[in-house]
Nanobody, 122 residues
């Protein structure tokens, strides 16, 4: 069983930056693709970014390309989401997830963290 714990969320002004972290338990971290998703009340969960186990593949939602960067450190069992030029529309609870495939569909991710709140003020 993989357990995921996100951190790094908070309140930031529009145009600011945040780096989210997701620490994973277990010895098989590098075998998993890792994804970031976000959700706001009343809306569907939304794909943000994903990265393969070896970091050779990354994919982003069009809305965050050029502003968000996903990376991972397999030695530390941690995946990161660097966010710059944040906008109020980026306000959401951000979740990390682990799964066998580097895809944008949340249905393929088997393990989920509890989420971290990101609030961007105007």
């Amino acid at each position: 069983q993989v357990q995921l714990v996100e951190s790094g969320g908070g309140l930031v002004q529009a145009g600011g930056s945040l780096r989210l972290s997701c620490a994973a338990s277990g010895r098989t971290f590098r075998a998993y693709a890792m994804g970031w998703f976000r959700q706001t009340p009343g809306k569907e969960r939304e794909f943000v970014a994903t990265i393969s186990g070896s970091s050779s593949m990354t994919y982003y939602a069009d809305s965050v390309k050029g502003r968000f960067t996903i990376s991972r450190d397999n030695a530390k069992n941690t995946v990161y989401l660097q966010m710059i030029s944040l906008k109020p529309g980026n306000t959401a609870v951000y979740y990390c997830a682990a799964g066998p495939l580097t895809v944008s569909s949340g249905s393929f991710y088997e393990h989920w963290g509890q989420g971290t709140q990101v609030t961007v003020s105007s």
